[in-house]
């Protein structure tokens, strides 16, 4: 068992400490830890919840491999990691990829890209600071590949196709808006998709990001009707209740490098590194 010890920053229900700094914990995981004392407050094992005062230190217990990295690849510049869901790629306040990397890896990285908190898959990280700048300048040639694999709503999809459209965060709502002509304030766009299935009343696809903006897959999908499924933000309350889908099955699936010779990177141009297609859980619904 491994001991996970962090200090309340405010007055709160244990439970609701636990999952606010670590999002993998479930309320039903936490509910357990309870049942067989395996949470400490003050180094008072407790067996219900109680409430925490600021400063107050807080103890649980989970398996060893709990909260272990599922490395897809590393090498002396770069790692890239399988990300979990409700997680964060980096955080000031909660537990992250970057903490855990460090905390488990002992080494600072740096990561070059995101994915929503409840998206799954790939995500690049540098170990360097110049191996960062070559990452972030291929981010902005856009000369990495980004795939993903998504299941969408409905069955008339076109085979291929290039979606061109143009989006504009409202912070309000902290959704995005979607236009098909240019607004002021709006920037362009671009989802290219591939449809690999058909189902009863949903599609797999591939989809590769050509540009990388907030939301900006659910947030096309849904713009043509097509909206991801278990999104609770874009997608199809009614659909998503009766799969019992509590989060978007949308994963970033496969990554493909190039790089110019001359790069200190050049060593990966035309890589690809791809998840394996049992890492992606929301296939289970395409058997």
Not at 15 to 26: A, E, G, N, R
């Amino acid at each position: 068992m491994r001991a996970i010890k962090f200090n309340a920053n405010t007055k709160s229900k244990v439970s609701s400490l636990i999952m606010k700094f670590y999002p993998m914990m479930t309320f039903v995981l936490v509910k357990k830890l309870f049942k067989y004392k395996d949470i400490k407050l003050n180094g008072k094992r407790l067996s219900s919840d109680e409430t925490a005062c600021e400063g107050d230190e807080i103890c649980f217990y989970v398996q060893d491999n709990f909260f272990n990295l599922d490395i897809i690849f590393e090498d002396e510049n770069i790692l890239i990691v399988n990300k979990p869901r409700k997680i964060e790629v980096t955080s000031t306040q909660n537990e992250s990829l970057e903490k855990m990397i460090l905390s488990q890896l002992k080494i600072k990285v740096f990561a070059v890209h995101r994915l929503d908190i409840n998206t799954t898959g790939l995500v690049i990280f540098s170990k360097n600071e110049q191996t960062k700048a070559e990452l972030d300048k291929a981010f902005k040639l856009r000369t990495i590949e980004k795939y993903y694999y998504a299941l969408v709503l409905g069955t008339d999809l076109s085979e291929t196709c290039d979606l061109v459209s143009y989006l504009k965060k409202d912070d309000l709502s902290g959704k995005v808006k979607i236009s098909d002509t240019p607004k002021a304030g709006y920037e362009k766009i671009q989802t290219k998709y591939k449809l690999l299935k058909t189902f009863s009343n949903f599609s797999l696809v591939e989809v590769e990001l050509l540009t990388g903006k907030t939301h900006q897959i659910r947030a096309h999908f849904a713009h043509i009707c097509h909206p991801v499924l278990g999104d609770e933000k874009y997608g199809d309350f009614n659909t998503n209740s009766m799969m019992n889908l509590k989060y978007q099955c949308l994963c970033a699936e496969r990554i493909v490098f190039h790089f110019e010779k001359g790069s200190p990177l050049f060593y990966l141009d035309k890589k690809e590194v791809a998840l394996s297609q049992e890492k992606i859980d929301f296939l289970k619904y395409c058997k």
